[in-house]
């Protein structure tokens, strides 16, 4: 059974950088495509960025694109998110998610494990 802990949320002003981080246990994260999903208050579920199992091919929401760079160190079993130049409507709680497919899945549903998410909160 796959296990997943967000950590590196917090509050930041507009501009500023945050890196979260997503470690896993019980299995490694070669054998999953990982994606990182947010859900703003009153809002669903919304598809952020997404890294291949290999590490090689990654996706990322237009809204993001750009500003956030999703990776991956396999040694220590870890998915991040940096995310730079961050804006007031990137206010959320921050979800990393692992997929037994073989294609970067954008919908929730193709997602087999979640972790328990991380607040994000971006306010001047």
């Known amino acids: 059974q796959l296990q997943l802990v967000e950590s590196g949320g917090g509050s930041v002003q507009p501009g500023g950088s945050l890196r979260l981080s997503c470690t896993a246990s019980g299995r490694t994260v070669t054998t999953y495509d990982m994606g990182w999903f947010r859900q703003a208050p009153g809002k669903g579920r919304e598809f952020v960025a997404g890294?291949?199992?290999?590490?090689?091919?990654?996706l990322y929401a237009d809204s993001v694109k750009g500003r956030f760079t999703i990776s991956k160190d396999n040694a220590k079993n870890t998915v991040y998110l940096q995310m730079n130049n961050l804006k007031p409507e990137d206010t959320a709680v921050y979800y990393c998610a692992a997929d037994r497919r073989w294609t970067i899945a954008t919908m929730t549903t193709d997602y087999d494990y979640w972790g328990q998410g991380t607040q994000v909160t971006v306010s001047s």
């Open positions: 890294i291949s199992r290999s590490g090689s091919s990654t």
